[in-house]
């Protein structure tokens, strides 16, 4: 068990719809970031927060925004949703701002089926 | 910037037999590097990590990788698989320096016959 939760574990919807991802990261880390996981895309890297800040940007759609709230745990929304939204998408967090001599501890993900 | 290459998307070995993953970066800083697997259905679990000490790193179950910064190569191998280690697994690189953001190469998926 890594301590980063991720809610629900599993999520189907339709197209168009608006969905809500949920991270709890590991007690004290600070800094949390968000992955999507898809076949033909690999690992890809959509946003890290910090300490409440977004401080950095992947391949994010703007369809696609996340919050870090003052408890530490983030929330990814997701809106407008595509087939090729379809995914599984992983919550990570590490102690500070960035990932060197620390490793990100990931969750279990959430797949995301629409239909 | 910094990418990684996983040489092979798909290895396939006996048990009993040595793993060898490969993995190039490429990095305009120093960077930490890291092994993680992915079981089939589950998360991501840190296998290894080098982070400027020793060049050789040993992880859990086994495995072990060495940092070689004139090839570029950060390779993950295992004297004898077992069945158990069927799964993906991902290089990913880290630049201290640059943004620290985990980038996470394709992924090699490991196949264990008996």
């Known amino acids: 068990d890594s301590g980063v939760t991720q809610t629900p574990k599993h999520l189907i919807t339709a197209t168009g719809q608006r969905v809500t991802l949920r991270c709890s990261p590991r007690s004290g880390d600070l800094s949390v970031y968000w992955y999507q996981q898809s076949l033909d895309q690999g690992l890809q890297f959509l946003i890290q927060y910090y300490n409440g800040e977004e401080r950095a940007k992947g391949n994010i759609l703007e369809r696609f925004s996340a919050q870090q709230f003052p408890d530490l745990h983030s929330e990814l929304n997701l809106s407008s949703l595509e087939l090729g939204d379809s995914a599984l998408y992983f919550c990570?967090?590490?102690?500070?701002?960035?990932?060197?001599?620390?490793?990100?501890?990931f969750g279990q993900g959430t797949r995301l089926t629409v239909v | 910037a910094q990418s990684v290459t996983q040489l092979d998307s798909h290895v396939s070995v006996s048990e009993g037999t040595p793993v060898l993953l490969r993995c190039n970066y490429s990095s305009s800083y120093s960077p930490s590097l890291f092994w993680y697997v992915q079981h089939p259905n589950k998360g991501l679990q840190l296998l290894l990590k080098?982070?400027?000490?020793?060049?050789l790193v040993k992880g859990i179950n086994g495995f072990e990788a060495e940092f070689k910064k004139s090839e570029t190569s950060f390779h993950l191998t295992k004297p004898s698989a077992h069945m158990s280690d069927a799964a993906e697994y991902f290089c990913?690189?880290?630049?201290?320096?640059?943004?620290?953001?985990?980038?996470f190469g394709r992924g090699t998926s490991l196949i264990v016959h008996p």
């Open positions: 990913v690189v880290s630049e201290s320096g640059g943004s620290y953001i985990p980038t």
């Open positions: 080098y982070t400027s000490a020793a060049t």
């Open positions: 990570a967090s590490s102690p500070v701002l960035g990932v060197t001599n620390t490793e990100a501890f």
